[in-house]
């Protein structure tokens, strides 16, 4: 499986500001996948990050909240903007493994909004 | 899209004995059913899966069973530890990305 480095672990934000999450694999990747899980909730997707076109957003979420950028085949990042406290969840960045469709994830990001 | 159904939300068993979690998906394209298992304040960790052209798959104490006629499929896990005590989730995919059930909360009593 690959190695999966998200960054920052955690973060105590102030509403109405923004937050870059990272998202670093050891091997190249084709999709990133970006998923929040709110307190006690399951993961919902977010968005999938392909390298050299535009991200693409599931129901419910907008690039205008979520900018993603995925540069290279290694990262991506995911900001969360103009935070409120309904923001704060986990976020978590996910690959597939060698095969497709084995889902592996970063260690996340605790955000919380004040 | 593809909808997990999960069941049940929590379930409470002896050291020792077994427990089975279920779970229904929507989407008859899904071929990838996925088992995760989240310990408190960690990464869902991949514990088990099964492919559509498998009807049971198991690896030592955990299992999982599929039924695609029915759409269901299950996790079981035998001789229940402490250790094994986290929230457990389902998932399915086809074509796209992971869609995930709400997740189910194993508690061993030892």
């Known amino acids: 499986s690959a190695v999966i480095s998200q960054k920052p672990s955690r973060d105590i934000c102030q509403r109405g500001t923004s937050l870059t999450i990272q998202c670093q694999v050891d091997?190249?990747?084709?999709?990133m996948f970006w998923y929040r899980q709110q307190p006690g909730q399951s993961l919902t997707l977010i968005a999938t990050?392909?390298?050299?076109?535009?991200?693409?957003?599931e129901s419910g979420f907008v690039i205008d909240k979520f900018p993603i950028s995925r540069p290279n085949l290694t990262f991506s990042t995911l900001t969360v903007s103009n935070m409120s406290p309904e923001d704060s969840s986990i976020y978590l960045c996910?690959?597939?493994?060698?095969?497709?469709?084995?889902?592996?994830f970063g260690s996340g990001t605790q955000l919380s909004v004040l | 899209g593809e909808n997990v159904e999960q069941h049940p939300s929590t379930l409470s068993v002896q050291e020792g004995d077994s427990a089975v979690i279920k779970c229904t998906y929507s989407?008859?394209?899904?071929?990838?059913f996925p088992w995760y298992k989240q310990e408190l304040g960690k990464r869902p960790q991949l514990i088990i899966d099964?492919?559509?052209?498998?009807g049971e798959k198991k690896d030592q104490r955990i299992a999982v069973t599929l039924n695609k006629t029915a759409k269901h499929f299950s996790l079981h896990i035998t001789e229940t530890q402490p250790e094994d005590s986290a929230v457990y989730f389902c998932?399915?995919?086809?074509?796209?990305?992971?869609?995930f059930g709400s997740g189910t909360r194993l508690q061993v009593q030892p």
């Open positions: 990050a392909n390298q050299g076109s535009e991200a693409t957003y």
């Open positions: 998932a399915a995919t086809g074509r796209r990305a992971l869609t």
């Open positions: 099964i492919r559509s052209n498998v």
């Open positions: 091997s190249q990747v084709t999709m």
């Open positions: 989407d008859s394209a899904s071929n990838y």
């Open positions: 996910s690959v597939e493994g060698d095969r497709g469709q084995k889902l592996f």
